[in-house]
């Protein structure tokens, strides 16, 4: 595996593999890898001749206040890691790689509607961040496929509207989120957990499956959506918010049958997310 770390390098290793029309797949990465990266890298492999990982904690997706500091970074392991998940290029630019004119001068990508509502209201501006850096890692390696993690539901329903919109010429895969035995949504934020709140975290999940079992029985929606909320609260949870749309992010309406129950959520330091796809029973 190569480490690179700027736009010439990067250039350099893909220029052969671009000659030869290879097919290239892009995951992009804050680090501190876990399982559910590695089903993204598996993904890739198996639908892509060469693949590229990028490692960046993009400060422009953290809002003031967040954890930009605190975030884990462990790139000996992850570099392991990747050379281990058969990953052929790693590019770990810079700050100043990616945003040479300064992070304040930076020109951003703002995708309306989707970004909007969820954690577009929780973390303003993070979603601008998170496009923007989407947009410039899909410039740079010029992938025919990047893969994202459906844990952040929103977050690929921003990057799929952004590459539509701007008529990107690439493919996005959805990964399934990939669980711990007990349900919880595996994360780098689930290490800011204690050992008691990391025992009370898969009630996020849990309250998710309860909430979907209910609502496939016909039950109704608000009445679901109090209940959920008040069971986050009984299980220790400060919920951000707990929401039910349709697949598109849009609000349900009477005929929507494709729906998702999406979370944030409060335990400790750490602020979780989750969501769970379901079918809603016609009315
Ligand atoms: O999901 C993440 O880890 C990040 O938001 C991403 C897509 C790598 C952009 O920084």
């Keep these: 595996m190569h480490t690179l770390q700027t736009a010439e390098a990067l250039n350099d290793a893909l220029a052969e593999p671009r000659r030869?029309?290879?097919?290239?797949?892009?995951?992009?990465?804050?680090?501190?890898?876990?399982?559910?990266?590695?089903?993204?890298?598996?993904?890739?492999?198996?639908?892509?001749?060469?693949?590229?990982?990028?490692?960046?904690?993009?400060?422009?997706?953290?809002?003031?206040?967040?954890?930009?500091?605190?975030?884990?970074?462990?790139?000996?392991?992850?570099?392991?890691?990747?050379?281990?998940?058969?990953?052929?290029?790693?590019?770990?630019?810079?700050?100043?790689?990616?945003?040479?004119?300064?992070?304040?001068?930076?020109?951003?990508?703002?995708?309306?509607?989707?970004?909007?509502?969820?954690?577009?209201?929780?973390?303003?501006?993070?979603?601008?961040?998170?496009?923007?850096?989407?947009?410039?890692?899909?410039?740079l390696v010029a992938p025919g496929l990047a893969c994202f993690g459906e844990k952040d539901y929103q977050q690929l329903a921003v990057i799929r509207q952004m590459v539509a919109d701007l008529h990107l010429p690439v493919e996005i895969d959805g990964v399934p989120i990939v669980r711990a035995d007990d349900g919880l949504a595996l994360s780098s934020r689930n290490g800011y957990l204690s050992d008691a709140e990391r025992a009370k975290a898969p009630a996020l999940y849990h309250t998710l499956c309860a909430m979907r079992d209910r609502l496939a029985a016909g039950e109704d929606q608000d009445t679901v959506l109090v209940h959920g909320h008040q069971a986050l609260q009984e299980a220790g949870f400060t919920p951000d918010y707990l929401a039910l749309r349709d697949r598109q992010l849009n609000p349900v309406t009477a005929r929507t049958r494709q729906a998702v129950l999406l979370a944030a959520a409060h335990l400790g330091a750490a602020r979780l997310i989750d969501n769970l796809s379901l079918e809603l029973p016609a009315s």
């Design 20 to 139: 030869r029309g290879q097919r290239i797949a892009l995951v992009p990465t804050m680090g501190n890898l876990h399982a559910g990266h590695l089903a993204l890298f598996h993904h890739a492999r198996r639908r892509a001749d060469v693949v590229v990982a990028s490692l960046f904690v993009n400060p422009l997706q953290f809002g003031p206040g967040e954890d930009l500091d605190a975030y884990p970074r462990t790139f000996a392991d992850d570099q392991a890691a990747l050379e281990k998940a058969d990953c052929d290029v790693l590019f770990a630019p810079d700050t100043a790689t990616l945003y040479p004119q300064g992070l304040e001068n930076a020109t951003r990508i703002h995708v309306p509607g989707v970004s909007e509502g969820l954690c577009g209201d929780s973390r303003p501006g993070h979603f601008d961040g998170v496009a923007t850096v989407v947009a410039m890692l899909l410039n």
